[in-house]
Structures are given as structure tokens and as C-alpha cells.
């Protein structure tokens, strides 16, 4: 697992085993940094096979566009942070706005690939589970690397290298299922933890995470 540097506004992951795989893209300009991460590890742009999104905020997955142009990668992301359109297509969005106008900036349009729930379990890498943790939005999730034990939290948890920390609630969160998606998360055994945001906690996470409750 690699986090891939450069990237300001938040954080990125690479997944690197037979195939590369993605845990959120950045936002649009991010993307040739991912691309130029890459490179030098002895992978091809074109590798990346799946995009792990954690919420469907713009500065998390707006990179995907450029991503996908140039690879054949899936999009994943949750039901509930997605809305339709008039012609059946389907886009990220946040409050059912952003993403979901017919606007003329194509990376706006962020289009997955697939949509999945709570408990689903990607049959990649050992098997990768989905937790629904409806933080920042209400199709906000955490992915947990079940062989290795280490989630990816996206906006659900922060860390500072120290201790792990809520993160900030936006409009349409819910304090009391908040409150319970975390519960879920500390009855998990983990000991690094990967954020959207901050800097990874590579030790004694989950101790961290019951201590915050």
C-alpha cells in the first residue's frame, strides 16, 4: 500500500498487488501526479483496475475522470451518494447537487462504474470490505483490507501520526449514526489507520479509535 505523495487537499492510496487499485483520486490536476507516482515503481499508468470512493466529494474523486481515460479502471462507490438522471445515467453527488447538473465541465460529471452497500466484500487483495459509515455524506464509507487488517477510512476518522480524530460534520450529518458507524469501526482489530485527511496512524489505530468514543 502506497500513499501517494503531492497530492494537498487530500489523500490517495495505491493499492499495489497483481493488479493496482485506488483508494480516491484527488482532484482533476492530482491525476498526473498519480500517474507520475506510478511510473517509477515499475507499473504502468494503464494498470490501475478499480477506484475505491470513500465519499463523493469533489476534492476526493474528481481526479477518476482522467484516471479512467487512461486506464480501463472501475469506479466504485456507494448507492446513497449518487443520484439519477433524466436520461437514466447515474453521477456522484453531494446533496444532491454537485455532480448531478448537466453542466458543461465533464469532471463534474463523475459517472461510477458500479454501486455497492454495506458489508459487500470486493474479491481483490484478500478481499476488501465495505463499511457504510454516513459521515461527510450519506454514502460515506470505509474499506478494510481484510488480510491485512487496515482500513481506509476516507472522511469518517482522521489521524496525526498520534491519535485519531472526528472529522468535521457537513450539512445533512447525523451525529447519532455517526456515533454508531464509529462504534462499528472499534470493534475491529487494526493497528494502522488510513485517512482521507492528516497523516496515516501506523500504530495501536484502533486502541486509538476506542479511546476517541
Sequence with gaps: ????????????????????????????????????????????PDEPGMVLTTHSHPVHTTGSLSITRRADAEVIAHTADTRPHAD????????????????????????????IGDGDVLPF?????????????????????RSRGLPFSGGTVFSDEVRVQRSVPFL?????????????LAELDFDILCGGHGSPLVCGASEALRKLL
Design 1 to 44: 500500500m502506497h500513499s501517494i505523495p503531492w497530492i494537498r487537499w487530500s489523500h490517495a492510496y495505491l493499492i499495489v498487488d497483481d493488479t493496482l487499485d485506488l483508494v480516491d483520486t484527488g482532484l482533476p490536476w492530482d491525476a498526473g501526479r498519480i500517474v507520475r507516482y506510478i511510473e517509477p515503481i515499475c507499473r504502468r
Design 88 to 115: 437514466r445515467a447515474v453521477s456522484l453527488s453531494y446533496l444532491g447537487v454537485f455532480g448531478a447538473l448537466k453542466v458543461p465541465v465533464p469532471f463534474l460529471r463523475r459517472t461510477p462504474s458500479r454501486t
Design 125 to 145: 487483495f484478500g478481499g476488501i470490505r465495505t463499511i457504510h459509515t454516513r459521515r461527510l455524506t450519506q454514502g460515506s464509507l470505509c474499506f478494510l483490507l
Design 172 to 184: 445533512g450529518a447525523s451525529v447519532l449514526l455517526y456515533k454508531e458507524s464509529l462504534e462499528q
